[in-house]
């Protein structure tokens, strides 16, 4: 079993070493190892090649919404969304820019540059990012925000975390009463701060604890073939809500219900 976690570095607050020693703790037989950015490591030589970051650089532009409402993803992206996700593989340090993604479309890019070798069933590549990913839900006719996105490699969506799951009734409706604010002013900074327990916000170490419960569900649906648990206390639980993702996931990541921490003990003796 070979895992590797790549390194953006647009999410200072992750910390991805702690991310890979809680995978390594109750994982001893697995390689565990970080690696910069996904593009920049499986690119190697190439990335200084202007034809081969142009090409990544279409495919990746042509992966983003410009309407959440229409189904399929960019097929035609405009020039200055070709030169931006141009300038993040350039420098992916410098972060999203507010673009919104076709997950599984985003996910099917990474796919094409994956060395053949590192395809096969043992290994399993995770990448945290800072871009957020969305899915689309047949039955409402419209997009979610994704927290991860599953396979090889398995995508996890920083902002996809805040973005994603519901917040409480409670906050929304005094948010509502607020009426327009914007994330900095101080209004809603003390809201934020009271409902911080229900809640995650950006710059939160808490994020850490967030993405190492979700690179389990990814270990456990690429390994074992099972991502998500019905038991709201499993840290492979899918919730809908920011309350229940974090009930699920703190101090440390959560631990895994009896059925699933039975599943891990015993392949881990295969």
Same mark, same amino acid.
């Given at each position: 079993m070979r895992i590797w976690l790549y390194e953006e570095g647009s999410a200072p607050r992750?910390?991805?070493?702690?991310?890979?020693?809680?995978?390594k703790a109750e994982l001893p037989g697995a390689e565990i190892a970080i690696r910069g950015a996904f593009t920049t490591h499986h690119l190697g030589a190439a990335h200084r090649? /202007? !034809?081969r970051l142009d090409t990544l650089a279409q495919a990746l532009a042509s992966t983003r919404l410009n309407d959440p409402a229409i189904r399929l993803a960019n097929g035609r992206p405009y020039w200055k969304e070709v030169v931006a996700e141009r300038r993040l593989l350039e420098n992916p340090a410098l972060g999203s820019d507010g673009a919104i993604y076709s997950g599984y479309a985003f996910q099917e890019a990474l796919q094409g540059l994956l060395p053949r070798e590192e395809s096969r069933r043992a290994c399993l590549?995770?990448? /945290?990012?800072?871009?957020?990913?969305?899915?689309?839900?047949? !039955?409402?006719?419209?997009?979610?925000? *994704?927290?991860v996105l599953c396979g090889n490699p398995a995508v996890i969506s920083l902002s996809g975390c805040l973005e994603g799951p519901g917040v409480s009734e409670a906050f929304s409706?005094?948010?509502?009463?607020?009426?327009?604010?914007?994330? *900095? *002013? /101080?209004?809603?900074?003390?809201?934020?701060?009271r409902f911080r327990h229900t809640m995650l916000d950006y710059d939160d170490d808490r994020i850490r604890a967030v993405v190492t419960a979700l690179a389990w569900q990814a270990v456990?649906?690429?390994?074992?073939?099972?991502?998500?648990? !019905?038991?709201?206390?499993?840290?492979?639980?899918? *919730?809908?809500?920011?309350?229940?993702?974090?009930?699920?996931?703190? /101090?440390?990541?959560?631990?895994l219900c009896p059925a699933h921490a039975q599943l891990l003990q015993d392949r881990a003796r295969v």
């Open positions: 992750l910390h991805l070493e702690t991310v890979a020693q809680r995978l090649e /202007p !034809e590549h995770i990448v /945290p990012t800072d871009r957020l990913m969305v899915y689309w839900w047949e !039955e409402d006719r419209c997009y979610y925000g *994704s927290t409706a005094e948010l509502r009463q607020l009426g327009p604010v914007t994330r *900095s *002013s /101080p209004e809603f900074r003390a809201l934020m701060a456990f649906y690429h390994f074992f073939g099972v991502a998500f648990c !019905e038991d709201t206390g499993c840290r492979l639980y899918n *919730s809908h809500w920011q309350d229940g993702l974090l009930a699920a996931v703190l /101090p440390d990541g959560g631990k």
